[in-house]
Nanobody, 114 residues
Framework: QLQLVESGGGLVQPGGSLRLSCAASGFAFSNYAMSWYRQVPGKERELVATITSTGDITMAKDSVKGRFTISRDNAKNTVYLQMSSLKPEDTAVYYC???????WGQGTQVTVSS
C-alpha cells in the first residue's frame, strides 16, 4: 500500500542542522514530484519545497532559501530536506506529500530551541 515515512526530526539548537528523510513505497516514486510541508499548531500547513520527477526544485518560502535544500534519491525511493542555520521559527511538524495522489506522510517534529 501507499506509504510515506518521515524521519530525522528532533531537537536542535539554533544554528544547527538536520536532514529529514521521507521513504516512499507503494507507488512509482521516480515518476512523481515530491514536496515537503510544515505546520505549526493553530496555523495552516505551508509548502516548503518541491522537487519534480526530473529534479527541478522550487523553494516555496523565502525564509528558507539559502538554508534548506530538497533532494531525492530515486534508487532509494527517498526524498530529503537538508536544513541548516535553523531558527526557532523553523519549529514545526514537517510532512512529506505527493501532490498528484494527494498523499501525506505522518510527519516528523522539528524543534529548534536552546
Amino acid at each position: 500500500q501507499l506509504q510515506l515515512v518521515e524521519s530525522g526530526g528532533g531537537l536542535v539548537q539554533p544554528g544547527g542542522s538536520l536532514r529529514l528523510s521521507c521513504a516512499a513505497s507503494g507507488f512509482a516514486f521516480s515518476n512523481y514530484a515530491m514536496s515537503w510541508y510544515r505546520q505549526v499548531p493553530g496555523k495552516e500547513r505551508e509548502l516548503v519545497a518541491t522537487i519534480t520527477s526530473t529534479g527541478d526544485i522550487t523553494m516555496a518560502k523565502d525564509s528558507v532559501k539559502g538554508r534548506f535544500t530538497i533532494s531525492r534519491d530515486n534508487a532509494k525511493n527517498t526524498v530529503y530536506l537538508q536544513m541548516s542555520s535553523l531558527k526557532p521559527e523553523d519549529t514545526a511538524v514537517y510532512y512529506c506529500f505527493v501532490q498528484s495522489i494527494k498523499f501525506w506522510g505522518q510527519g516528523t517534529q522539528v524543534t529548534v530551541s536552546s
